[in-house]
């Protein structure tokens, strides 16, 4: 427990001196064929370790938000972008002292490619609508997912595919 508790310590510690100013991060909206969509489990992070959001990162300087994009899913699920639609940008600013500042931009993403993640995630799921609720989103990131199953309602939930 207390060696749990120096870990997070170390990485808020590592990350104390953020930008004063919001950071650009991409993020992806990936849909299966039945409309569910995918996020991943956070690991070996300072912040949401353990907690899900959609893939995506920081924007480095000299990128644009599409190659960010691109080079985000190659790193976290190995799979090649091959179609972005930019939706909106949301505001994510820090919760406690010390994080960083983000501006979202979302993008719904059609990509190929078989799912292989990096050290950054530890799971991977696909939830329908029914399901978002029964996992922790972090960033802010429930928004969007909640936005895009608002706007396509016949989504079958994973419950629903599984009866006990």
């Known amino acids: 427990m207390i ?23 991409v993020r992806a909206l990936i849909t299966d064929d039945l ?4 996020i991943l489990r956070r690991a070996n992070t300072a ?6 959001c959609l893939p995506g990162g920081k924007v480095d300087c000299g990128q644009s938000a599409e190659e960010a994009l691109a080079a985000e899913l ?3 699920l190995s799979v090649w972008l091959e179609q972005a639609i930019y ?12 994080e960083p500042h983000f501006l979202n931009l979302y993008f719904r993403c059609h990509v190929s490619g ?12 696909w939830i329908g609508p029914d ?32 009866p006990p």
């Open 74 to 76: 190659i790193e976290e």
């Open 35 to 38: 409309g569910r969509m995918l």
């Open 114 to 125: 078989v799912i292989r993640l990096n050290k950054e995630s530890s799971a991977w799921a």
């Open 131 to 162: 399901e978002l609720a029964d996992y922790t989103v972090v960033f802010g990131n429930d928004v969007a997912i909640r936005s895009h199953f608002a706007e396509q309602p016949h989504i079958p939930s994973n419950k629903a595919l599984n």
């Open 47 to 52: 912040f949401g370790d353990g907690a899900w």
């Open 87 to 98: 939706l909106f940008s949301q505001d994510s600013p820090p919760e406690h002292p010390g």
């Open 3 to 25: 060696n749990n508790y120096l870990s997070v310590l170390q990485k808020r510690m590592n990350n104390l001196h953020a930008p004063s100013y919001p950071i650009p991060a």
